[in-house]
């Protein structure tokens, strides 16, 4: 992660009932009573558990095993109807690479489980159809099976304070790409525009990926993105388009 300011601070949420498509987690995870059932009387939702390391994937498992509506998958192999709960202290490429295989390629669905999320992050997370998220400090069993089963149904469960943010973060990006008329529908994310800008400042991928906490490969995954999805000569192409758009 980069200075504490990217970061999209946890906080405690505040009280709410579950919504139908998209809710936030507010209330208390211990005291808040939505209907924990899954799609079906009597089915169970078969969940697979990843963690960075085998101790937090032994806790979360731990927990969900508990719970009579979840049925553990062992065998690692996932595929459509199945839940894969991820969990992260941080986003990075290669666990965003993994939960578009798991929701795009196998057909499952995904639960993230998170220590902090930077405020440009947030939009890759949707991209990749993760629509529920949990912070680490706020992963109890009881949270852990209503983000589950939330993610079983299709619908959203996200913390109330990373609501609130990706709601600012979609509307800010589509008053720019609305300003911006002529320019490509997708315009540029805020993570394409830090990469641009420093490029445009004279910095290399190593120190870009320095300045941003992203790995050398991340850097050139987006450089590539950008030039690929506008149709961009290079690197310089793609500084002299964010410059004639008023992105940098």
């Known amino acids: 992660m980069s200075e504490a300011s990217d970061a999209v601070a946890p906080v405690v949420p505040a009280r709410s009932g579950m919504g139908n498509r998209l809710h936030s987690s507010f209330g208390n995870p211990e005291t808040a009573t939505p209907a924990l059932t899954p799609t079906g009387p009597g089915s169970r939702i078969p969940v697979l558990v990843e963690a960075q390391d085998p101790i937090s994937r032994a806790g979360a498992a ?30 990075d490429e290669d666990l965003l690479t993994r939960m578009r295989k798991l929701v795009r390629s196998d057909g499952s669905r995904a639960v993230l489980v998170v220590g902090a999320i930077r405020e440009n992050e947030l939009l890759d997370v949707v ?20 983000a589950v089963v939330a993610a079983s149904r299709g ?16 509307g800010t990006l589509h008053r720019t790409s609305t300003g911006h008329a002529g320019g490509p529908a997708t315009g540029l994310t805020a993570r394409e525009v830090d990469v641009l800008r420093l490029v445009s400042e004279g910095l290399d991928t190593g120190e870009i990926a320095g300045k941003l906490s992203y790995s050398e490969r991340t ?21 002299a388009y964010a410059l004639r758009e008023g992105y940098i």
Do not use: F, M, Y
């Not at 927990?63 to 969990?87: F, K, M, N, S, Y």
């Not at 913390?159 to 973060?169: A, F, Q, T, V």
């Not at 850097?219 to 500084?239: D, P, S, W």
């Open 62 to 91: 731990s927990e969900l095993r508990r719970h009579p509506v979840i049925e553990l998958v062992e065998d690692g192999r996932p595929g459509p109807g199945t839940v894969a709960l991820l969990v992260n202290d941080q986003l």
């Open 219 to 239: 850097v050139k995954n987006v450089l590539h993105g950008i030039t690929t999805r506008l149709h961009l000569r290079n690197r310089a192409h793609a500084v």
């Open 155 to 170: 619908d959203g469960d996200l913390p109330g304070d990373l609501l609130g943010r990706l709601i600012n973060r979609v």
């Open 127 to 146: 991209e990749c159809g993760v629509g529920a998220i949990v912070w680490r400090h706020e992963a109890t069993a009881h949270r852990l099976v209503r």
